[in-house]
């Protein structure tokens, strides 16, 4: 029951800058609500890639940044590299549901 | 070592139901809500509850409400997870997740830093 949008795939070169969008409505982002990255390798645990919108945990490279502007929020990935290529998902909280919900998900694909 | 470690894989008959157990180790247990994430073969996410590791408190997504009960067991710091009345499309990875910050910490949407290995549920007849 994912509520948040996501494109399904994107792509790039090695080195090039890549964005995932994550668009959402007035009950989650649009609240007021942060947002949390997920990167998930194929055959592999999600991991939490950047939290509260912008911030990067301890040993996540300074190439993922996150922002939220109205009622989405974006992925960007400066120098791509072999290496992130995998899935990625966008979460927040809708309101509505009362609960949390992640996005449908983007696939990364390294050219 | 902090780690959730979780019960192993099940194959169950549609109708059946199934539980799935989730230990924590390495951290204070009874400070950070636990949730479960499901991820049905080659799709995304799907958000299914949470529980309160010290007040046994659940919140449940709408969509399996009625269906889900998660409890927990804090002298073996274990929450489990039940899921009754099992369709076919109930075939998933089953993940527990420890939610940061801690409980006592208030204002900020937590996230998920800590994952179960997952816990792979067949429903087929």
């Known amino acids: 029951q994912s509520v948040l949008t996501q494109p399904p795939s994107v792509s790039g070169a090695p080195g090039q800058r890549v964005t995932i969008s994550c668009t959402g409505s007035n009950s989650d982002i649009g609240a007021g609500y942060d947002v949390h990255w997920y990167q998930q390798v194929p055959g592999t645990v999600p991991k939490l890639l950047i939290s509260n919108n912008n911030d990067r945990p301890s040993g996540v490279p300074d190439r993922f940044s996150g922002s939220k502007s109205g009622t989405s929020a974006s992925l960007a990935i400066t120098g791509l590299q072999a290496e992130d290529e995998a899935d990625y998902y966008c979460q927040s909280y809708d309101s509505s549901l009362s609960g949390y919900v992640f996005g449908t998900g983007t696939k990364v694909t390294v050219l | 070592q902090v780690q959730l470690v979780q019960s192993e894989a099940e194959v169950k008959k549609p109708g059946a139901s199934v539980t799935v157990s989730c230990q924590a180790s390495?951290?204070?247990?009874?400070?950070?809500?636990i949730h479960w994430v499901r991820q049905a073969p080659g799709q995304g996410l799907e958000w299914m509850g949470r529980v309160t590791p010290k007040t046994g408190g659940t919140n449940y997504a709408p969509n399996l409400q009625g269906r889900v009960t998660m409890t927990r067991d804090t002298s073996v710091t274990t929450v489990y997870m039940e899921l009754r009345r099992l369709r076919p499309d109930d075939t998933a990875v089953y993940y527990c997740?420890?939610?940061?910050?801690?409980?006592?910490?208030?204002?900020?949407?937590?996230?998920?830093?800590?994952w179960g290995h997952g816990t792979l549920v067949t429903v087929s007849s």
């Open positions: 390495g951290y204070a247990f009874i400070d950070y809500y």
């Open positions: 997740v420890r939610a940061s910050p801690p409980i006592v910490v208030a204002g900020k949407l937590r996230s998920f830093d800590l």
